[in-house]
Nanobody, 122 residues
Framework: QVQLVESGGGLVQAGGSLRLSCAAS????????MGWFRQAPGKEREIAAA????????YYADSVKGRFTISRDNAKNTVYLQMNSLKPEDTAVYYC???????????????WGQGTQVTVSS
């Protein structure tokens, strides 16, 4: 069992930055792929970024590429999402999730956090 707790969301103006954190419980955090997903009202949940257990492989959705950076600190059981140059269309609830293999589809992720709201004003 893995428990995930996100933090760092909030309200920011367009062009601003936020850093999301996701703290995980469980001794095997370092073996999991971690993903950040987001879901806007009326839309399906979509992946923003993913990172392999070692940090050596990452994936970014085209919509966030060049603006968001995913990273992890296995010693702290924490994954981060640095979000720069935020746009109103980035407004969503952001979730972190755990998968046993490197994947981008939400159905491949086994454990989910409760989500943190990110709102970008124009």
């Amino acid at each position: 069992q893995v428990q995930l707790v996100e933090s760092g969301g909030g309200l920011v103006q367009a062009g601003g930055s936020l850093r999301l954190s996701c703290a995980a419980s469980g001794r095997t955090f370092s073996t999991y792929t971690m993903g950040w997903f987001r879901q806007a009202p009326g839309k399906e949940r979509e992946i923003a970024a993913a990172i392999s257990w070692s940090g050596g492989r990452t994936y970014y959705a085209d919509s966030v590429k060049g603006r968001f950076t995913i990273s992890r600190d296995n010693a702290k059981n924490t994954v981060y999402l640095q979000m720069n140059s935020l746009k109103p269309e980035d407004t969503a609830v952001y979730y972190c999730a755990v998968a046993s293999v490197f994947a981008v589809g939400p159905h491949r992720y086994d454990y989910w956090g409760q989500g943190t709201q990110v709102t970008v004003s124009s």
